[in-house]
């Protein structure tokens, strides 16, 4: 026998359910069903290619047993199997990522903290030391034979033991001692009725042993195992025979999520593809929506499970919808290279996203107040993820775009109004529009204090153009990619903008830039190094000056983006404009000949183009300099 520590993770994870998780306890049941359920359905496809695995043993099955006086519950199955060494890897750690940061940030005394917790990381088996206070778990490998089976045993304190057992049957059994306030569990008919309740579309047969009656059981006629669940795959029953509840609980435990589903779309397809689909979108955000590109659809072929995770079905930008698929046209023994080649996944995956795609789209449509709020709790979770789509499916980014919410200048204005988080969709923007303007405005930065902030809106804003903020770092991709929506361009002010100024105003700057060209001579002279051009502007109203983009060059954004996924770039140089009605450059146009103040000009230009790089979220060159000057000139102002 060998002992061996949690993970880290697995111990903090366990003293978090222990203590605060007991009124679920019952959960405990139908995630070790699940598991059972699994284990049986990675038997039975890998013996698609292997029959000998199930030979003897034909029929993949669950078992739940009690013993109301020793206070135990068992879970068997005949599935998979584990070894030792798999034993220790799966029973001892949690392999998903972010677990560590994640538990490090749990609230214990939140409740909703713990849920999102256990729908992260699917806790699983280790919910069984919610109601146990020890769990034994013996198991075979179907690849090992009888002498090399194992058993596992913790009490949950921080480590387990393992050693080597015979075991003559394949498959794994778990037996849970109770805890004190947990005996409630060891009787029939709580046992019959949660696995009613959690896992009655399991497909595989769960069985219970029968009652006999007194006189029968005088007459030597010993209980029988019966069936307890229906057996029947959820998605392969008809619509109007499936509750709410049951879509909810299939979600829980098939699609091993926590929270509520916001919404689920049920179909089946037939014809020159047969399918069914049972597409789920989650109630709330997984916390490693990011970094975390895995599909969430399993594969079902004819009922028969393939596989889980499968990302052929959805592209990437859809990886936050769960589910599953079960297809009519694809080979049974079909693998993950496989099926890339199966053009059926083509179609299967352009239906699929079609579904989803006009699912959504109708609930955005729709004049009922439930279906907005729940269109605007989806897009506030994953319209990020979402508008990846309008750079990656050229197919359907119209239908992506329309999809899109933003704020803008006109919803803070509205919100300020009303309050509450408003966005607006491409659409009505357009419906907004003037009929003097002829694009689509937007502005792309970090957050939206910095875009509500930049000075390049203030042209636009003074001519009463309405500007969308574009501040997810997706957006910048979007920005790059969304030139056109419904025939209107779609224009970035973040990079060379428009020309907006009229006759009137060019005119009048043809006229300044006599008066202050000398002192234009001496910006670009000294700022040459860096800036590629200072230059007069009337894009701005109320600041001395901004920082610009050549028309269609890069974002300030989009550089650090690219800088980050280590694309090396050469140094990008921007547009200094300075505003000749404001006060500040007009005072420094004066300055410039009174040689006295050369120097002092010198400062005031250098620090002119470092706030202005700064507001714009660029790196400025020499931030010492810019702090020691920035000291020089307040010293001097007193
Ligand atoms: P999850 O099921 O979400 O992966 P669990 O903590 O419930 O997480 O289980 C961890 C792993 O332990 C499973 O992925 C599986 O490899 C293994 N396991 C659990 N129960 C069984 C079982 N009954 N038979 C075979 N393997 C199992």
């Known amino acids: 026998m060998s002992q061996h520590e949690f993970q880290t993770e697995v111990q903090q994870l366990l003293h978090l359910m222990i203590h605060s998780l007991y009124s679920e306890g019952e959960i405990f049941l139908r ?45 068997s199955d005949n599935g998979i199997g584990l070894s030792l060494d798999e034993a220790k890897e799966h029973l001892g750690t949690i392999a998903k990522s972010g677990t560590k940061e994640f538990l490090g940030s749990v609230d214990a005394e939140q409740q909703s903290d713990l849920n999102s917790l256990i729908g992260q990381f699917g806790v699983g088996f280790y919910s069984s ?51 004190e306030n947990a005996h409630e569990y060891a009787e029939s008919f709580r046992l019959r009725s949660l696995i009613k309740k959690y896992s009655d579309y399991v497909t595989y047969p769960i069985f219970m042993l029968g009652t006999v009656s007194e006189e029968d059981q005088k007459e030597g006629k010993e209980a029988e195992y019966e069936q307890v669940n229906e057996g029947k795959a959820l998605w392969t029953k008809s619509k109007s025979d499936i509750s709410d509840e049951d879509y909810k609980n299939f979600y829980r435990t098939a699609c091993k999520q926590w929270d509520e589903p916001a919404s689920w779309i049920h179909f089946n397809v037939e014809g020159s593809l047969t399918f069914t689909g049972l597409l789920y979108i989650p109630g709330s955000k997984p916390m490693d929506m990011f970094n975390n590109n895995k599909s969430g659809l399993s594969l079902y072929v004819r009922s028969v499970f393939i596989m889980d995770d499968c990302e ?72 990020s993820v979402l508008r990846e789509g309008i750079v990656q499916d050229f197919e359907n980014k119209e239908k992506l775009s329309g999809l899109a919410r933003f704020q803008s200048s006109w919803s803070i204005e509205q919100e300020q109004a009303e309050d509450g988080t408003l966005k607006t969709s491409l659409d009505a923007y357009i419906e907004r529009m003037g009929e003097d303007q002829e694009k689509i405005y937007v502005i792309t930065a970090p957050n939206l204090a910095a875009a509500k902030g930049s000075p390049h809106l203030e042209g636009y804003l003074s001519k009463g153009y309405e500007v969308l903020y574009l501040t997810d770092p997706v957006d910048e991709w979007v920005a790059q990619h969304l030139n056109e929506y419904k025939e209107k361009s779609l224009v970035n002010i973040n990079s060379g903008g428009d020309d907006l100024s009229d006759e009137d105003d060019k005119k009048a700057l043809e006229e300044l830039s006599e008066s202050f060209k000398p002192f234009m001579d001496f ?63 007009q005072k420094l146009n004066d300055l410039h000949g009174d040689d006295s103040k050369a120097e002092v000009l010198d400062d005031y230009i250098q620090v002119l183009r470092d706030q202005a790089l700064l507001a714009d979220g660029s790196q400025i060159k020499d931030n010492v300099g810019f702090a020691k000057r920035i000291q020089k000139l307040m010293t001097s102002s007193f």
């Open 31 to 75: 995630e070790l069903i699940s598991n059972a359920s699994d284990a049986c359905d990675k038997l039975r496809f890998e013996s698609l290619t292997n029959t000998e695995l199930l030979k003897g043993d034909e029929d993949l099955k669950v078992h739940v047993d009690f013993d109301a006086d020793e206070h135990t519950v068992t879970i």
């Open 129 to 179: 030391f919610i109601v146990a206070e020890r769990v034994v778990v013996e198991s075979r490998s179907v690849r090992l034979s009888s002498n090399e089976g194992v058993r596992w045993e913790s009490n949950g304190d921080g480590s387990f033991e393992l050693e080597n057992i015979a075991r003559p049957q394949r498959g794994t059994t778990i037996t849970l001692y109770l805890r």
């Open 312 to 383: 052929d079905l959805l592209p990437e930008y859809l990886r936050f919808v769960k589910g599953v698929v079960d297809s009519d046209d694809l080979p049974l023994n079909v693998s993950r290279e496989i099926l890339q080649q199966q053009s059926v996944v083509d179609k299967l995956r352009k239906q699929l996203v079609k579904r989803v795609l006009d699912h959504l789209a109708k609930l955005a449509k729709s004049k009922k107040d439930e279906d907005q709020k729940l269109f605007n709790s989806i897009e506030e979770n994953f319209g």
């Open 523 to 585: 910006a670009n002279e000294t700022l040459g190094e860096d800036i590629k051009e200072v230059r007069l502007s009337k894009r701005l109203t109320d600041s001395p000056c901004c920082i610009v983009n050549d028309a269609g060059g890069m974002t300030s954004q989009m550089e650090e983006l690219l800088r980050r996924n280590g694309q090396a770039l050469p140094p990008q140089q921007r547009i200094l404009e300075l505003n000749p009605d404001h006060e500040l450059i």
